[in-house]
Structure formats: C-alpha cells, structure tokens
C-alpha cells in the first residue's frame, strides 16, 4: 500500500512539473543531455551502433526543440531583468553589479540564438555561424558571472553564521538556530549553483571556436556527462522551490 502511494506521489510530482514551462524544459534538457551521455557511449565502444546513433540523433532533436522554444523567452527575461533594475534590494554593492552583468548577457543572447536559429531555417539571409558563436559567449559570461557571484554570496553568508550563533542567548535561542540552519541552506544552494554552472561552462567553452583551451575537444559522452550533471541540479532546486512555495 505504502509502495503504491509513494509511485501515485512519484507520477503526480513528475506531472505538476511538465505541466509548466520551465519544468518541463528541465525534463527535456536531463532528456536531451541524457541522451547525448549514454548515446556517446554505446558510439564510442562501438561506431557502427545503430542505438548510439539513435540516441545521439534523438539528444539534437530534443536540443533542437528547446532552441525553438526559446523564441518565447525574450519577454520573461526582459520582466525579470526590469524587476530587478539596478538591485537596490542587493546588501553587497559587487554582487549588485555581476547580476546586472548577468542579466545584460542573458537577455542579449536570446535574440543572437534567435538570429543564428532564423538563419539555419533559412528565414533570413545571413550566416548562422558568427551568430551561435556570439551567443554561446554570451551565454558563457553569463555562467563564470553567476559563479563569481555564488562565490561572493557564500563568503558574505558565512561571515553572518559566526555572529548568528554569538546572537544565541536565552530568549532568542530558537530563532537564531532557525536563522543559522537557513544561512547554511543557503550556502548548500550556493555551492551546488556553482557546480551547476561549472559543469555548463565547461560545454560552453566547447562549443567555442577552437583555439580557446578545449574548445571542441570534447567527446559526445562528456558533453552529455556535463549537461545531465547542471540538469539534475536544476530540477532539484526547482523541485525544492515548488516544494517551499506549498508549504
């Protein structure tokens, strides 16, 4: 009876997050990157594997299908980058400045990815190739700024824990150890955000002209490897913050 509830919670947890968008883009790049992993693989012990190829054939439909869905985008991007404005709420001025960083880069790669997918349909007359360059620049700064700046983040959060638990007294004691297992959550958060981007900007760095450290020296199986690492943190946290929002 338990097992059975707990596969009825398991389904009804994975439909909740492909019902929205951003959860079932999460699915369908763990999907994507899942794919590319095993798929790499197979192909790499054996070429002449026709479930390799299928696998990794699969892996671009997937990456082709997010590249299309990304045309909607722009304007959530643009709301968010307009909420936060300058980050007047921001503590730290230098965490203030690499977000806007941030999101300046991310909301001009929307449109070069756009351009470089336009051109390779064929919708407009231009070279695709600068334009997906451009765009996974753009999209490298903006991982190595979102680890710079969870660096910064833990050292100021870790600075707080120290005098959180000297705030400790008799009438506070409950509140204060709260406050401190939220600050370490936090920390935790921080930390598996930089893995996450690492493990992107390593895949990032690939598809880079070559020249640039690895640039294209990377087998299918450790793009696949890295992508599904960033995926699989993503859908935690996303799956940690819908969890926060319902409780």
Same mark, same amino acid.
Request: hydrophobic share 45%; glycine share 6%.
């Given at each position: 009876?338990?097992?059975?509830?707990?596969?009825?919670?398991?389904?009804?947890?994975?439909?909740?997050?492909?019902?929205?968008?951003?959860?079932?883009?999460?699915?369908?790049?763990?999907?994507?990157y899942?794919?590319?992993?095993v798929?790499?693989?197979?192909?790499?012990?054996? %070429?002449?594997?026709s479930? =390799?190829? /299928? &696998? $990794? !054939?699969?892996?671009?439909?997937?990456?082709?299908?997010?590249?299309? *869905?990304?045309?909607?985008?722009?304007?959530?991007?643009?709301?968010?980058?307009?909420?936060?404005?300058?980050?007047?709420?921001?503590?730290?001025?230098?965490?203030?400045?690499?977000?806007?960083?941030?999101?300046?880069?991310?909301?001009?790669?929307?449109?070069c990815?756009?351009?470089?997918?336009?051109?390779?349909?064929?919708?407009?007359?231009?070279?695709?190739?600068?334009?997906?360059?451009? %765009?996974?620049?753009?999209? =490298?700064? /903006? &991982? $190595? !700024?979102?680890?710079?700046?969870?660096?910064?983040?833990?050292?100021? *959060?870790?600075?707080?824990?120290?005098?959180?638990?000297?705030?400790?007294?008799?009438?506070?004691?409950?509140?204060?150890?709260?406050?401190?297992?939220t600050?370490?959550?936090?920390?935790?958060?921080?930390?598996?955000?930089?893995?996450?981007?690492?493990?992107?900007?390593?895949?990032?760095?690939?598809?880079?002209?070559?020249?640039?450290l690895?640039?294209?020296?990377?087998?299918?199986?450790?793009?696949?490897?890295?992508?599904?690492? /960033?995926? $699989?943190?993503?859908?935690?946290?996303?799956?940690?913050?819908?969890?926060?929002?319902?409780?």
């Open positions: 009876m338990r097992i059975a509830c707990r596969m009825q919670n398991s389904v009804e947890s994975l439909i909740n997050v492909l019902e929205s968008y951003r959860g079932r883009d999460k699915v369908i790049r763990i999907l994507c899942g794919s590319q992993l798929g790499g693989v197979i192909s790499g012990k054996n %070429s002449h594997s479930l =390799g190829r /299928s &696998l $990794l !054939l699969f892996s671009a439909q997937l990456s082709q299908c997010r590249t299309t *869905l990304r045309l909607f985008d722009d304007l959530s991007m643009l709301a968010y980058s307009m909420n936060y404005g300058l980050g007047s709420t921001e503590e730290d001025a230098l965490v203030r400045w690499m977000s806007i960083l941030n999101n300046v880069a991310d909301q001009l790669y929307y449109p990815e756009h351009i470089a997918w336009a051109a390779d349909a064929e919708l407009i007359k231009t070279k695709s190739d600068r334009w997906w360059v451009l %765009s996974t620049v753009l999209w =490298g700064m /903006s &991982l $190595l !700024l979102s680890v710079l700046r969870s660096i910064r983040l833990i050292f100021i *959060l870790k600075k707080k824990v120290p005098k959180c638990q000297r705030a400790v007294s008799a009438g506070s004691r409950e509140e204060a150890i709260a406050h401190r297992a600050l370490r959550r936090q920390i935790q958060r921080e930390v598996f955000s930089i893995l996450s981007s690492l493990a992107d900007l390593s895949n990032a760095i690939h598809w880079m002209p070559p020249g640039l690895w640039a294209g020296r990377f087998p299918p199986w450790l793009v696949g490897l890295m992508g599904t690492t /960033s995926s $699989l943190i993503g859908l935690l946290h996303f799956s940690s913050s819908d969890q926060g929002a319902c409780s």
